[in-house]
């Protein structure tokens, strides 16, 4: 098994076993691309797997998804570096008697999810390690080590050519801001079908047989999927057969070997949400903290936001929730085309990585100490100012802050935004394609105070008050939300009335309230938003102002406010 960095794509040859082929098959030719003599054909695009023996005496299955089957033409396999680093695969090629400081160096593939190293040696100056073909037996029993990715390898993307670009750029550029670190897979393949790949060979080759390949090099791919078959599978005319294929994909078409000697592979993820493809499918994602536990121990959240103000706030109990949160999304939503974060551990690697290859999201990271590249921190001062206003405004106790921010996300979702990538249309609309239905968020406000249903035993009444804390997605019917009871517990119910004006207007009604909130304050110590001055709550004066003039009730009298942080004086400003 050789590396080649002259391979844009991994090639397969006796010493690899067929997993399974892909819809898709190439045509390869040598140098002399005008020679006809120096062509194959219809060279298949596979999964395929290859065993290596350590030198402890374990055997190792090496998985190679997207590859090119040589087979018997080849007596070797090749190996594209940089499509194994595309997967996270870490890869030293540089040999310890080369290497700049030879204590450093590895020579050596290492898969970091595994914790497995694969030592290199050299064959003159090739690097290399032996590998053989597995037995049915090892396929099925040995442990496997992905060394590529299952996604659609593309590697004339012009992505590739970009984030090289921006890596080298100055971090005060502004044109170029982010850096891929999974793959920049092929898009519109539906687009591509009348194309073939044309694989540049080294030496010369006959019609039947190949001498050696030092070089591929791969352009597009076609798909073995025909107008002709799909016209005699589903009973349609050619012309139809045509169109179909023009304007559909088939990504999770398998065709396995035979005989089967391992199940088949049963995660078509892509296949089963919406696909969320459009130029708004891109997001953005960051987690932001609390330095108050909720009633449900979380501590922190996920911000889910893309270019059209949708938002979507996730509430976890520690940052490895994240790769849950991402998922709660793609359940709700669909599956982001690309995610951009900064580059926290939990966002790059583990359960995310592997969430984000397969569904097929292209991930990227902001440079380091550019927090500015991510639209998501954006989001998140925005959130957390509206989150703010909304708990001070309504005196709802801290520890409920997490239903409080999933709230204001969910209506910022539904609220049309001067933005004119919308089109007076609201963010939800924009990206799921869906207009939505507003009713649950109609009838009750924020910590409304509300009368709701509970069986109890005869006397004692059946109607509580309670306060309404949203919209309960994920539990029960529509309609179903989350309400406060007087004992500092939420419950999800959908047995809920408004308070009438008449019921209000009563001495009663207004001392059950009262009564009511004393008991909440004292079950949460009294732990309710107030509007602090400190350094990070809010950003600008102007911000100041919209939070702190509504409360000043004879502005005219007052000319001047100083307005004092923690540690500095951080504005004078007149009020008008």
């Not at 997207?66 to 033409?73: K, N, T």
């Not at 025909?226 to 179909?244: D, Q």
């Not at 309230?513 to 110590?525: K, V």
């Not at 990070?536 to 005219?556: E, H």
Request: aromatic letters at 8%; hydrophobic letters at 35%.
């Amino acid at each position: 098994m050789e590396l080649d960095s002259h391979a844009d794509t991994c090639c397969a040859g006796s010493n690899c076993a067929v997993l399974e082929y892909t819809s898709k098959s190439c045509s390869v030719v040598g140098f002399n691309r005008d020679n006809p003599k120096d062509k194959l054909t219809h060279i298949p695009i596979i999964k395929t797997a290859t065993a290596y023996d350590t030198p402890t005496g374990e055997t190792l299955i090496l998985v190679i998804p997207q590859a090119l089957y040589l087979g018997d033409y080849l007596s070797y396999s090749l190996l594209c570096p940089n499509q194994l680093r595309d997967h996270g695969i870490i890869l030293d090629d540089v040999p310890q008697h080369l290497a700049p400081d030879p204590r450093l160096a590895t020579h050596s593939i290492y898969a970091p999810e595994e914790n497995v190293r694969i030592p290199l040696e050299m064959r003159g100056v090739i690097s290399l390690f032996y590998t053989r073909r597995p037995t049915a037996t090892e396929i099925e029993e040995c442990p496997w080590i992905i060394l590529t990715s299952e996604l659609e390898w593309d590697p004339h993307s012009p992505a590739f050519q970009e984030n090289e670009y921006r890596s080298s750029a100055e971090s005060e550029q502004t044109s170029f801001t982010t850096r891929n670190l999974l793959p920049a897979h092929v898009d519109n393949l539906h687009n591509n079908q009348e194309a073939l790949d044309l694989i540049k060979v080294s030496s010369v080759f006959s019609d039947t047989s190949f001498l050696s390949i030092a070089s591929t090099t791969t352009v597009k791919r076609a798909y073995s999927i025909t107008k002709e078959h799909l016209s005699s599978l589903w009973g349609i005319g050619l012309h139809a057969a045509e169109l179909t294929l023009q304007v559909t994909t088939q990504k999770g078409i398998r065709n396995p070997i035979h005989p089967i000697v391992r199940r088949y592979a049963t995660k078509q993820s892509r296949l089963r949400y919406n696909q969320l493809g459009s130029k708004h499918g891109r997001f953005y994602s960051d987690t932001f903290f609390s330095d108050c536990k909720s009633t449900r121990g979380n501590t922190l959240a996920q911000l889910f936001t893309n270019d059209t103000k949708f938002l979507r706030i996730i509430p976890m109990k520690k940052k490895s929730e994240a790769a849950n949160a991402l998922m709660e999304i793609i359940q709700d939503i669909g599956v982001p085309s690309a995610l951009h974060c900064d580059g926290a551990r939990e966002l790059q690697y583990g359960k995310w990585k592997e969430i984000c290859q397969d569904y097929g999201m292209r991930q990227s990271v902001t440079e380091p100490y550019s927090p500015w590249q991510n639209r998501a921190e954006l989001g998140i001062r925005e959130a957390k100012k509206s989150i703010h206003r909304l708990m001070s405004s309504t005196k709802t106790p801290k520890p409920l802050w997490d239903y409080c921010a999933a709230y204001v996300a969910e209506i910022t979702c539904l609220t049309v935004n001067d933005l004119f990538a919308v089109h007076g249309r609201t963010p939800y609309e924009i990206v799921t394609g869906n207009t939505p239905d507003i009713t649950e968020y109609t009838e009750f406000a924020w910590y409304e105070a509300v009368i709701y249903y509970e069986d109890a035993i005869f006397p004692n009444p059946k109607e509580h008050i309670g306060r309404w804390l949203g919209v309960a997605h994920r539990v029960g019917q529509a309609l179903c939300y989350w309400i406060l009871n007087k004992s500092g517990k939420v419950l999800a119910c959908t047995s809920i009335r408004k308070i009438t004006s008449d019921e209000l207007a009563t001495n009663t009604m207004t001392e059950q309230i009262h009564a009511f909130d004393e008991q909440i304050l004292r079950h949460f110590n009294n732990n309710t938003i107030t509007l602090p001055l400190t350094d990070d709550a809010f950003d600008t004066v102007d911000q100041l102002n919209d939070v702190y003039l509504p409360l000043i009730k004879n502005r005219r009298c007052l000319k001047m406010m100083i307005c004092l942080t923690q540690k500095h004086m951080i504005s004078i400003f007149r009020l008008g």
